[in-house]
């Protein structure tokens, strides 16, 4: 009999136990939720948000990447750089004091320091001037390029 159970519980278990464990599904997290949230659309963001705070009171956010994260946006493929963390104050329509999204234009790299957004069009805040692009460019969220180990 207890030999019996244990074949029992070996025979339910095995199956669930050589089961690779199954790739990373990436899909859009809480910090896209909370972009949807304030009228932003998930593309401002990479898929891979590891983590994420924000103080609902000031709007004080934090997240962190996976490491480092290059993303070449649309329409015009400027390369933006992510650092590992990305910090900056959220409110409905306004991303401000944003530190750790840059782009690479014009041979430089610049800092966006604030997002808004304004109709269709979302407005970049890059070194004292705005750029407009439709937020509809943003709608999906990509996944860094250039792959890293998966551990
Ligand atoms: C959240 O923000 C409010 C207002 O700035 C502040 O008083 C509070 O201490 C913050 N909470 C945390 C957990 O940082």
């Known amino acids: 009999m207890k030999i019996s159970l244990y074949l029992l519980s070996v025979l339910i278990l095995l199956p669930v136990s050589l089961q690779d464990p199954s790739p990373e599904v990436k899909k859009p997290t809480r910090a896209h939720a909370e972009l949807t949230n304030h009228g932003f659309p998930i593309g401002?963001?990479?898929?891979?948000?590891?983590?994420?705070?924000?103080?609902?009171?000031?709007?004080?956010?934090?997240?962190?990447?996976?490491?480092?994260?290059?993303i070449t946006l649309p329409p015009d493929n400027y390369i933006a750089t992510y650092s590992n963390k990305v910090t900056g104050r959220?409110?409905?329509?306004?991303?401000?004091?944003?530190?750790?999204?840059?782009?690479?234009?014009?041979?430089k790299s610049w800092s966006i320091t604030g997002i808004r957004s304004s109709g269709d069009n979302l407005v970049f805040e890059v070194a004292g001037i705005t750029a407009k692009y439709p937020s509809k460019n943003f709608d999906e969220s990509l996944d860094c390029e250039g792959k890293r180990s998966s551990s």
């Open 44 to 70: 401002l963001l990479p898929l891979s948000v590891n983590d994420y705070f924000l103080n609902q009171t000031s709007g004080d956010f934090s997240l962190f990447l996976n490491g480092a994260c290059k």
């Open 90 to 107: 959220i409110s409905q329509g306004k991303i401000a004091e944003l530190q750790g999204i840059r782009v690479r234009a014009f041979f």
